[in-house]
């Protein structure tokens, strides 16, 4: 059985840039990538539009880690669509801001 286990937070957030730039590369269904949680740690979600057609021939291979990071690839018909909230006044924006960075995308 393949491990499975996650990293930390840093560790993920040190490799994202890289990561997401491999991802895009690898697939053009690609639509986003971020850090999510993976099983007691945190790992990769790139999210895949299934809709969008690619040649027979590009042979597009799902990348499951990277750099011993896990990825997890969602699939989605449609593109994914980002949530953004504003804030009335700076005080609540930054009482509310990270939770309003963890639900940016929702997937």
Known sequence: ????????????????????EELFDADPRVRSVGIARHATAYGFRAVRNSAVPVPLSAGVPAIKRFNDIPVVQVQRLSEPMGKLWEYSTPAMASKHMPALLMRCCEI
């Open 1 to 20: 059985m393949e491990d499975v286990m996650g990293v930390s937070f840093e560790k993920a957030l040190d490799n994202v840039e890289a990561a997401a």
